[in-house]
């Protein structure tokens, strides 16, 4: 079975623009997480969708938005990018949500903001 | 206080010796902690979970809670050269929604 996939794998911007992050979760996972990595620090969460609504957001600003389709994909939008998005964002699958559920992740995109 | 603590490393262990990483947590109310493991350059990979206070063994490796004392660790047995990563402990803090928070990692080298 195929693990999580997440599109582009390297993306490079520059200040000011717009982007979107694709994920598409392990098959019949319901719940995909958004975290942001940057270098020497461990992921932060950014938001949680189940079910197609979301769970939970983490502490980013408005700037970042998400959204989980039908078939249980994702897309991570940012608008307006600064130099401090630079990082590697990080899709996280898993069954559900819960208190006990495991999380996946797939290989990450690699964003540049310049 | 941060919300998961680690110290950052590097640990460096001879290779066959035991590796022990340890991590602290803040919130009491946690009930499940994670041992992810990263390579350079790449996305975590979750190597185990632990729910219950005590010791869990798969292979290798055993992670080891103590919900008293809001510890977690992970020993890794007759290490290996491809032990070496940053592992990454995590803990669910679950309200409404699995928000799992990461600590910034331990840098492990395994030593020939």
């Known amino acids: 079975d195929a693990g999580v996939t997440q599109s582009p794998t390297h993306l490079i911007k520059t200040r000011g623009q717009h982007v979107t992050l694709r994920c598409s979760p392990i098959s019949g996972h319901k719940s995909v997480s958004w975290y942001q990595q940057v270098l020497g620090q461990g992921p932060q969460f950014i938001f949680q969708y189940y079910e197609k609504e979301e769970r939970g957001r983490g502490n980013f600003p408005d700037r970042f938005s998400a959204r989980q389709f039908p078939n249980y994909s994702s897309e991570l939008n940012v608008n307006a990018l600064l130099l401090g998005d630079s990082a590697l964002y990080l899709c996280?699958?898993?069954?559900?949500?819960?208190?006990?559920?495991?999380?996946?992740f797939g290989p990450g995109t690699r964003l540049t903001v310049l | 206080q941060k919300e998961v603590e680690q110290n950052s490393g590097p640990l460096s262990v001879p290779e066959g010796a035991i590796a022990s990483l340890n991590c602290t947590y803040s919130d009491r109310g946690s009930q499940s902690f994670f041992w992810y493991r990263q390579y350079s350059g790449k996305s975590p990979e979750l190597i185990m979970s632990i729910y219950s206070n005590g010791d869990k063994e798969d292979g290798r490796f055993t992670a080891q809670l103590n919900k008293a004392s809001q510890y977690v660790s992970l020993l890794i047995r007759d290490s290996q050269p491809s032990d070496s990563a940053t592992y990454l402990c995590a803990v669910n803090r679950y309200s409404s929604a699995s928000k799992i928070i990461f600590g910034s990692g331990t840098r492990l080298s395994i030593r020939p």
């Open positions: 996280a699958s898993s069954l559900i949500t819960s208190d006990y559920n495991e999380q996946f």
